[in-house]
Antibody, heavy 112, light 112 residues
Framework: QVQLTESGPGLVHPSETLSLTCTVS????????VYWVRQPSGKGLEWMGR???????SYNSALKSRLSISRDTSKNQVFLKMNSLQTDDTGTYYC??????WGQGVMVTVSS | DVVLTQTPSTLSATIGQSVSISCRSS???????????LYWYLQRPGQSPQLLIY???NLGSGVPNRFSGSGSGTDFTLKISGVEAEDLGVYYC?????????FGSGTKLEIK
């Protein structure tokens, strides 16, 4: 069955870089695009960017200067890196397969 | 960016009551290929979003048929025909026609 699992550090210090991994199973990264979505605590959802099935990437322009998405198809993993983190980057980060299947999310707190 | 305006922001319903949620877009979601990438999600407390409806009116896998979606262009509606206790949570519409993909601000459904 289709599964996506996010992993990464729960705490990041201000100005540091966030690194998250989305490990997928039940489908191929060369057949489906994977998207990253985040949700500040108690707030709504924000699309961050995507890794397309063909390896192309696209980003939300609001985050583009800080964001990088890559993948390792041999390990069935998609990676998110975002630099210069601030406190308002605190929230839950999700990966989703083309918006149909979602991971359980990983909570990230930005604090000194 | 496309702005999705959801109304109402809060909805209170009794078990068995039928309710509707509106999602209005700041621009048409019909793309040049004739597709309308409008989705509906339910996010239960403490959970990741669950796909209810895709491409305006198609029921997601395993979603009960008391949920239905309709609309075109800029105006869309999610209807729940006979609310059940498990339907409580926050409902979001999302568009994936125009990058950056955007979400509505959510409608919280409470059970009386």
């Amino acid at each position: 069955q289709v599964q996506l699992t996010e992993s990464g550090p729960g705490l990041v210090h201000p100005s540091e870089t966030l690194s998250l991994t989305c490990t997928v199973s039940g489908f191929s990264l060369t057949g489906y695009s994977v998207y990253w979505v985040r949700q500040p605590s108690g707030k709504g959802l924000e699309w961050m960017g995507r890794m397309r099935y063909n390896g192309d990437t696209s980003y939300n322009s609001a985050l583009k200067s800080r964001l990088s998405i890559s993948r390792d198809t041999s390990k069935n993993q998609v990676f998110l890196k975002m630099n210069s983190l601030q406190t308002d980057d605190t929230g839950t980060y999700y990966c989703t397969r083309r918006f149909d299947y979602w991971g359980q999310g990983v909570m990230v707190t930005v604090s000194s | 960016d496309v702005v999705l305006t959801q109304t109402p922001s809060t909805l209170s319903a009794t078990i068995g009551q039928s309710v509707s949620i509106s999602c209005r877009s700041s621009q048409s979601l019909l793309d040049s290929a004739g597709n309308t990438y409008l989705y509906w999600y339910l996010q239960r407390p403490g959970q990741s979003p669950q796909l209810l409806i895709y491409l305006v009116s198609n029921l997601g896998s395993g979603v009960p048929n008391r949920f239905s979606g309709s609309g075109s262009g800029t105006d869309f509606t999610l209807k729940i025909s006979g609310v059940e206790a498990e339907d409580l949570g926050v409902y979001y519409c999302m568009q994936a026609t125009h990058a950056p993909f955007t979400f509505g601000s959510g409608t919280k459904l409470e059970i009386k």
